[in-house]
């Protein structure tokens, strides 16, 4: 009986994807739901009254009491059959809110669990702000808005009125009298959201303290863009017509138009997302506010008591302590990763983290998630940012020199579903031409099928001898092989992808002979790199073994 062909014979190349094209599968990542727009609630202005009670709490530093009454007011009604506007504040309150959630006087130095609690409280405002209203209705584009302390502070002015006259006007504006809503706010110390994008990486391998708020913060604000560019490509779906595209009025689109040459400013996004706290890392992406990392120090009561000598109550003061605090004092200010080293974590009974050099599983989500909206945005909006080409060669820039564990981790197919399976294959694909062996036909279609899998990549090894080159070649073509299996199918093809399969195996192990150098270059004398060849190698196997099984129940 012939080999079943499969139900899809084709990845589709993100090139032929026509930028004018309004597909919601395309025009989103996979893994993000689409809503539909009638959902998000409406909304109302607060009321003047009610503005003048936040103005009082915020102005006054009473965060908690503010917090509460705009989660209320957010909150009432959804519990009701008749749906009823939800109730919001100025763009200004908004723009303080998010600064109250990663501010280090509200979290890593917060001297009570008071300022502790409104930084916990503002954070989960503003994700039952884009829960329930959404960040076009929610207006949050003007709200997490970049601007000077002279930009802050003007379209934070604000009108009083006098005597009887407490009615609000259209020039009744809302600057709030605090120094962490004008020249405090994050929105005014930070250059751009790449400036906050590359300090937070950062802190992700220097500073886990502050990690710890910036990851979150981070990871509501990449939700945040997320969610506004699948609203916008909703609306364009739903009026193609028009020649105003509202995916220009993005906020992404907003983050990327930086003041910059284009050029420049592709780069230095990129950088900002690669960001790796190096010294030329944080020289470029410093810290957001002046001595940001250094932590609360204990009072001196606590310092007393700890210091006391009760041997009866097992304390034994300073005595136990003097030994530990000078190493714990220099690791605190050591990348995690020198921390591990010096505690011995690398030690050949302990299985490296290969996350570390990105700074954990989380900063590479955040990174791969970025990259993905970028590659989406370049799909849609090519004159609005930058060709997809141009893209995709920065792309190949960042990953193509690092140490085989950081490769794998971007490259992998897990990595990958934070694509759209399009672009997934188009970047592997790139990242794989610039590796294999001239000798290796190119494909021809951009578009990926496995017939110029088996054809062009699959049975070649590298362009060098060098055994890491030939290892990122195995895992390019593993990882081109899991996404045809995913979306498409593979067919045993009466054994001829087995035997590409086996051929390149061969080939790559065979010329594979020299260790690498430079900053892919791993320890020892390419050993550990062979077993990463190796590994891949058995992964495709038990792959096509998979594959041979299946066709056999279909046949039976």
Avoid at 71 to 82: D, K, V
Avoid at 344 to 371: C, E, K, M, N, Y
Avoid at 450 to 461: A, G, I, M, V
Wanted: charged share 25%; glycine share 4%; proline share 6%.
């Amino acid at each position: 009986m012939p080999s079943p062909a499969p139900s899809q014979d084709a990845i589709r190349s993100v090139y032929s994807i026509d930028s004018s094209e309004t597909s919601s599968s395309a025009s989103t990542r996979p893994s993000i739901q689409l809503q539909p727009l009638p959902a998000w609630r409406a909304v109302k202005l607060l009321p003047y009254e009610l503005r003048e009670h936040c103005f009082i709490y915020f102005g006054e530093s009473l965060y908690i009491p503010a917090l509460n009454l705009l989660s209320t007011l957010l909150t009432s009604g959804t519990a009701s059959t008749i749906s009823t506007p939800a109730l919001l504040p100025p763009s200004q309150h908004l723009a303080l809110v998010a600064t109250l959630a990663v501010h280090p006087s509200l979290t890593t130095r917060a001297q009570s669990d008071d300022r502790l609690q409104a930084s916990n409280l503002a954070l989960e405002y503003l994700r039952l702000l884009l829960d329930l209203v959404g960040p076009i209705n929610g207006n949050l584009g003007e709200a997490f808005a970049f601007s000077t302390v002279e930009t802050s502070s003007r379209r934070g002015a604000r009108r009083r009125t006098t005597g009887d006259d407490l009615s609000p006007t259209k020039d009744d504006l809302d600057r709030i009298d605090s120094e962490l809503a004008n020249a405090g706010s994050v929105w005014v110390r930070a250059q751009d959201f790449w400036h906050i994008t590359g300090w937070a990486f950062n802190c992700s391998l220097l500073h886990e303290k502050r990690w710890e708020i910036w990851q979150l913060w981070l990871q509501y604000m990449v939700d945040v863009l997320d969610t506004d560019w699948t609203l916008r490509a909703q609306m364009r779906m739903e009026d193609s017509d028009n020649e105003q595209d509202p995916r220009e009025r993005s906020l992404i689109v907003q983050y990327l138009n930086g003041g910059d040459t284009p050029a420049r400013q592709e780069r230095r996004i990129l950088r900002a997302i690669f960001a790796d706290g190096t010294l030329k890392s944080t020289a470029e992406f410093p810290e957001i506010w002046r001595n940001e990392t250094k932590e609360r120090k204990k009072d001196a009561d606590n310092k007393k008591a700890e210091s006391r000598l009760d041997i009866e109550a097992d304390n034994w003061g300073l005595y136990m302590s003097n030994s530990s605090s000078s190493s714990e004092l220099v690791d605190a200010h050591r990348p995690r990763s020198s921390v591990a080293a010096a505690s011995g974590t690398d030690s050949p009974t302990t299985l490296p983290d290969v996350t570390a050099p990105f700074g954990g599983p989380q900063s590479i989500v955040l990174r791969l998630r970025l990259l993905s909206l970028l590659s989406t945005v370049s799909v849609f909006l090519p004159n609005t940012f930058t060709p997809l080409s141009t893209l995709y060669n920065l792309y190949l820039e960042h990953i193509r020199p690092l140490p085989l564990p950081s490769f794998f981790i971007l490259i992998s197919p897990s990595s990958m579903k934070h694509f759209h399976q399009s672009a997934a294959s188009s970047i592997t694909q790139i990242i794989l031409r610039s590796l294999i062996a001239s000798s290796a036909p190119p494909p021809q279609t951009d578009d990926l099928t496995q017939k110029d899998l088996e054809r062009c990549y699959l049975p070649y090894p590298a362009n060098t001898g060098s055994i890491s080159d030939n290892t990122k070649a195995s895992l390019c073509v593993e990882t081109l092989l899991r996404l045809l299996q995913t979306h498409c199918g593979l067919y045993w093809n009466h054994g001829h992808l087995q035997e590409a399969v086996e051929k390149g195996i061969a080939a790559r192990e065979q010329k594979a002979k020299k260790a690498g150098k430079g900053r892919g270059k791993m320890k020892g004398n390419g050993e550990e790199e062979r077993i990463w060849l190796r590994a891949s190698a058995n992964r495709m196997r038990g792959l096509l073994e998979l594959v041979k099984y299946q066709e056999q129940r279909q046949d039976e």
